[in-house]
C-alpha cells in the first residue's frame, strides 16, 4: 500500500453534508479524501432548488460563520433572493434563495478542487473496514483499499434507496443515480438500527409551456442581500418565481386515481416528512380545502427546467399529466421529468453523540439525511459539526458541540441525539426555545469565536469581526450618555413618526426602545450622520428594543448552563439507581445524555426522574457499568 492511499479523514458522499465535512477536516490540516458516486453531482439538488427559509437560513447564516462553505456559494449561483417574514419580529425572519442548481454544483466542486489537503475521487464505497470497534478505512466497489483514521458518513437518500412512481418500485438513488445497497447491509450487520424513510419531488416542466398571465408573479427584493458575511458583490438581475393553486379538477383527479399513489397503495414502506406532504397527501388530509398553493420556480439561468413545488407526488406519470393541466397556467405544460418518491435507510440518530461520532464504533462519525433529517441546510450544518470533529478527535482537541441557545445547529444536532425522530426531521423555528437570541442577523456574533477556536476562520475575517463587534459596542454604551431634550426639533421628529411628545429629557437608548422610532430617527434627533454599517446599526437597533426580551431569555439560559454543568458519567450503571421509572431508566441507557440538562431533555424521563439521579450524582457512590 502506498502512502497516497492513507488519509487522515475520509468523507463517503458529497452532497451538501459531505462537503462541509471535507472542507472542515482539510481546512483544520488533515489529508481528507472525499468519495462520491459521480463526480457531476457533487452538492447536487434533488429536490427543490432553493436554499434557506424559515430557521434553515440561519443555519445556513451560521455555518457561514463558523467557517463553512454554502453560504458562499449560493451568493454566487442565485437566479432570486428574499427575506422573508420583514412583517414579523427578527426572530423569525430568514433569507431564502432560488439556485442556479447546476451552477451551484459547479461552484461548489471548483471549490472543493481548489482546497489544500483534500482529495476528491469519484468510487462507490462498499464496507468501511473496522478492527476492535474502531474505524480503519474503507474499501471501494472495485476492491481499493484507503487506510483511514476517522469516517464520515454522509449517504444522503443512496443507502438501499428505491424510487416509487405508481405501481413501479426500482433500486435507485436520487435522479436515478446508483444506490448504495453493501454499505446499507454492513451499517445493519454492524447493529446499528435502521429505519425507512421516505422524501419525494415534483414533476418539473418546460418553461415555454407555461402560461404565466394566469399566475401571480413573485419577484425577488430590490436591496440586495446575502448569506454570507463577507459577501460584497450582489447579484442584481434576478429571476421571478410564480404563483398559481390547484383547482377542485385536480382535487378530483387525485382522488379518482388514490388507488395508484404508492402512498395509498401501500408500496411506500417508509415514513414521509410531516412538513412536506405530497399533493395527495395534502388533499386527503385537508379535504376542506378548495386549492394549495403551488409555486413555478425556475432550475436556473441556463435552463427551461420549471420546479413546480407544492406538487410533490409518486403518482403514476400519466396521472401526473392530468393534475398539471388542471392548475392555471399549467393547462398546456410539457412535462421534462416525472415527479417520484424515494425510500431509503436511515440511522435511528440516538446513536451518536453530540459530536456527531458513533457509540458503537470510535471514529465512524455521520452526518446529513442518515441522521434522520431532511433538507440541504440541515445536512450542511451537520456535516460542518462532523467535519470540525472528526478533525479535531484526531488533533486532540475538545468536540465543537453547539448548545440550543448558540445556534440552530445546536438546535438539531440536541433534537436528533437524544430525542430522536419518527419521521425525517425538518428545523422549524418553534424548535428553538431561544429563538430571539438565534437570529438571522448575529449568527456572526454567536458564532465568529467558535469558528476561530477551531481554526475556520482567516485572520483578515477575524479582524473584520472584530471591528463590527467593537464598533456595536460603542454606540449602544453611548445612546446610554446621550440625553435628548423635549427640544423642537425632537418633538417635530417624534410626531412625525406618530409617538408620543416628549414632557422631559430622556436617553437616547431609551427613546430608541419606542415601536416608531429606529436609529435612523434617533441620528436625525441628536442632527448626527450615520457612519455605522447598516449591518451594524441594524444591530444596534435591535438589541435595544428587544433588551428585556433579550435579558429574560439569557436568565434561562444560565439557568439551563448550570444544568449542563452537571455532568453525568459515561459508563454510569443506570441499573443502580434506584426509583428511576423504568421507562425513564430505559431511555437514560439507550440515549447515554452527556450531562443532567441534556437527560431533562429526552422523552419519557420526567422531572422526577432528573430530580431522582441528581440526587444520586450528587451522592458520590456512582456504580459503574462493568468493560
Not at 418565481?241 to 387525485?254: P, V
Not at 421529468?337 to 436511515?346: K, L, M, P, V
Not at 431533555?601 to 431522582?612: E, F, H, L, M, Q
Amino acid at each position: 500500500m502506498t502512502d497516497n492511499m492513507k488519509y487522515d479523514v475520509v468523507v463517503i458522499g458529497a452532497g451538501h453534508a459531505g462537503v462541509e465535512a471535507g472542507l472542515a477536516s482539510a481546512r483544520k490540516g488533515l489529508s481528507t479524501l472525499m468519495l462520491t458516486i459521480n463526480l457531476d453531482n457533487i452538492a447536487f439538488m434533488p429536490c427543490n432548488p432553493s436554499v434557506g427559509g424559515p430557521a434553515k437560513g440561519i443555519v445556513v447564516r451560521e455555518v457561514d460563520a463558523l467557517g463553512g462553505e454554502m453560504a458562499k456559494v449560493i451568493d454566487k449561483t442565485h437566479i432570486q433572493m428574499r427575506m422573508l417574514n420583514t412583517g414579523k419580529g427578527p426572530a423569525v425572519r430568514a433569507l431564502r434563495a432560488q439556485a442556479d442548481k447546476v451552477f451551484y454544483q459547479q461552484e461548489m466542486k471548483r471549490v472543493l478542487e481548489d482546497e489544500p489537503n483534500l482529495d476528491i475521487l469519484q468510487g462507490m464505497v462498499d464496507e468501511i473496514i473496522i478492527e476492535d470497534e474502531t474505524v480503519k478505512g474503507i474499501r471501494t466497489n472495485i476492491g481499493t483499499i484507503y487506510d483511514a483514521e476517522t469516517v464520515i458518513v454522509t449517504t444522503g437518500t443512496f443507502l438501499r434507496g428505491e424510487i416509487i412512481l405508481g405501481d413501479l418500485k426500482y433500486s435507485s438513488g436520487p435522479n436515478h443515480q446508483m444506490p448504495s445497497v453493501p454499505l446499507a447491509d454492513q451499517l445493519k450487520d454492524l447493529g446499528f438500527d435502521i429505519v425507512r424513510f421516505k422524501t419525494g419531488t415534483p414533476p418539473r416542466v418546460n418553461s415555454d409551456s407555461i402560461d404565466y398571465d394566469k399566475t401571480e408573479i413573485q419577484p425577488g427584493d430590490d436591496t440586495p442581500m446575502a448569506f454570507s458575511f463577507e459577501t460584497t458583490d450582489f447579484i442584481l438581475d434576478q429571476l421571478p418565481c410564480w404563483l398559481t393553486y390547484t383547482t377542485e379538477n385536480t382535487h378530483m383527479i387525485i382522488n379518482d386515481n388514490l388507488h395508484l399513489s404508492a402512498m395509498y397503495s401501500g408500496m411506500v414502506k417508509g415514513t414521509g416528512p410531516r412538513y412536506c406532504p405530497s399533493i395527495e397527501d395534502k388533499v386527503v388530509r385537508f379535504d376542506d380545502k378548495p386549492r394549495h398553493q403551488i409555486f413555478l420556480e425556475p432550475e436556473g439561468r441556463n435552463t427551461k427546467e420549471v420546479y413546480v413545488q407544492g406538487l410533490s407526488t409518486s403518482m403514476p406519470e400519466n396521472v401526473q399529466r392530468q393534475m398539471l393541466s388542471t392548475v392555471p397556467g399549467l393547462e398546456n405544460a410539457r412535462m421534462m421529468r416525472a415527479g417520484y418518491a424515494i425510500e431509503y435507510d436511515s440511522l435511528v440518530p440516538t446513536q451518536i453523540w453530540p459530536s456527531l461520532e458513533t457509540k458503537k464504533i470510535k471514529n465512524l462519525f455521520t452526518a446529513g439525511q442518515i441522521n434522520g433529517t431532511s433538507g440541504y441546510e440541515e445536512a450542511a450544518g451537520q456535516g460542518l459539526i462532523a467535519g470540525v470533529n472528526a478533525a479535531a478527535k484526531l488533533l486532540g482537541e475538545e468536540p465543537m458541540i453547539l448548545s440550543r441557545s448558540e445556534a440552530y445547529i445546536g438546535v438539531l444536532v440536541d433534537d436528533l441525539v437524544t430525542k430522536g425522530t419518527s419521521e425525517p426531521y425538518r428545523l422549524l423555528t418553534s424548535r428553538a426555545e431561544y429563538r430571539l437570541l438565534l437570529r438571522h442577523d448575529n449568527a456572526d456574533l454567536r458564532l465568529t469565536e467558535k469558528g476561530r477556536e477551531y481554526g475556520l476562520i482567516s485572520d483578515e475575517r477575524y479582524d473584520a469581526y472584530n471591528v463590527k463587534s467593537a464598533n456595536i459596542e460603542a454606540e449602544m454604551n453611548r445612546l446610554q450618555t446621550v440625553r435628548i431634550k423635549p427640544n423642537e426639533r425632537a418633538q417635530s421628529i417624534i410626531e412625525q413618526r406618530g409617538g408620543t411628545q416628549l414632557k422631559d429629557g430622556i436617553l437616547a437608548y431609551d427613546l430608541m426602545k419606542r415601536p416608531e422610532m429606529n436609529y435612523e430617527s434617533i441620528m436625525e434627533i441628536l442632527g448626527e450622520d450615520i457612519v455605522l454599517a447598516q449591518s451594524e446599526f441594524e444591530q444596534v437597533e435591535i438589541q435595544i428594543k428587544y433588551d428585556g426580551y433579550i435579558k429574560k431569555s439569557l436568565a434561562q439560559v444560565d439557568k439551563m448552563n448550570r444544568m449542563e454543568k452537571k455532568k453525568i458519567p459515561a459508563d454510569i450503571d443506570y441499573d443502580a439507581v434506584h426509583s428511576l421509572a423504568t421507562e425513564a431508566r430505559d431511555r437514560l441507557k439507550k440515549v447515554k445524555p452527556l450531562d443532567i440538562a441534556q437527560a431533562s431533555r429526552i422523552s419519557g424521563v420526567n422531572p422526577a426522574d432528573i430530580s431522582i439521579l441528581l440526587v444520586y450524582i450528587e451522592q458520590g457512590n456512582v456504580k459503574r457499568v462493568e468493560a
